[in-house]
């Protein structure tokens, strides 16, 4: 097991049996995600996609809360008759929207582990995952109605397409927090569990993937989160050229060997 964190940081992170572990750890906060936290959660998912020893992605926090949003008190915005027209559009494209995308973009599966309140850019941390898994006790609060904010870090693009629109706008308009389990009988959630058992569950699922053909659910990503956004003849075209590219690794023919000999394949993620 690697790990590059020291005692007192504010984003935990190893890599253990070809996961990479990243962790809010801001208990204080309820893992308000400020700036420094977020550019290091953008360079460690980049740094994820690059590197072909980790093969899967666990995201999680410390503490009760998974992230409250946005910690902006390090950063109090200007006032209106001070600011420039354009400053808080290019703000929101090189912060929560940055990081939604990284999640998004990441060549390996992302799971979050998600032990408690997530909230506002905190809910869309979450959502932006491939996979989500929550503790009992877990919440997602689309906060912004609360504060006379409009939804940001791609919060209007997820949710209707994980809810469809009617959904999605009564959890916008009217900011009730969802507990886990009606999270789960939406759809927002793949898998609900007792909060002592969140981080083994995490464990199980992302060693699972990390021993699956890194190549093909990197390309198998990309084409679903893509088929939100095209026609049929543009997601045909795209699933003919990962065909292609998948194809030509290794684990392609380590896969169809396994099932012409009758055994196991042993992927290397190559």
């Not at 995600?33 to 020893?53: F, H, K, M, T, Y």
């Not at 699972?208 to 095209?230: H, I, M, W």
Request: proline content about 4%; some cysteine; overall charge negative.
């Amino acid at each position: 097991m690697a790990s590059d964190a020291a005692d007192g940081d504010e984003i935990l992170h190893r890599i253990d049996s070809g996961v990479s572990w990243i962790t809010l750890n801001r208990p204080e906060a309820m893992n308000a995600v400020n700036r420094d936290q977020r550019e290091r959660i953008i360079a460690l998912l980049a740094g994820a996609s690059a590197d072909p020893d980790v093969r899967a992605v666990v995201l999680t926090a410390t503490g009760k809360g998974f992230c409250a949003g946005a910690d902006l008190r390090g950063a109090p915005a200007a006032p209106a008759t001070e600011r420039v027209a354009g400053d808080v559009a290019r703000m929101i494209r090189l912060g929560a929207q940055r990081l939604i995308t990284a999640v998004l973009d990441c060549e390996k599966p992302v799971i979050a582990a998600v032990n408690g309140t997530a909230a506002g850019i905190g809910a869309h941390l979450a959502l932006a995952c491939d996979l989500v898994i929550a503790a009992e006790g877990a919440r997602f609060i689309e906060v912004f109605v609360r504060r006379g904010l409009v939804p940001d870090g791609g919060g209007a693009y997820l949710l209707p397409r994980l809810l469809g629109p009617q959904k999605a706008k009564e959890l916008m308009f009217f900011g009730d927090a969802v507990a886990a389990d009606e999270a789960a009988r939406l759809g927002l959630v793949n898998k609900v569990v007792a909060a002592e058992e969140l981080e083994a569950a995490a464990r199980s699922w992302a060693e699972r993937l990390a021993q699956g053909p890194t190549r093909a659910l990197a390309l198998t990503k990309q084409l679903v989160n893509a088929s939100l956004d095209g026609d049929r003849a543009t997601a045909l075209a795209a699933e003919a050229a990962a065909q292609e590219l998948n194809m030509s690794t290794a684990d392609a023919h380590e896969g169809v060997a396994g099932f012409v000999e009758r055994r196991t394949p042993k992927y290397r993620g190559r």
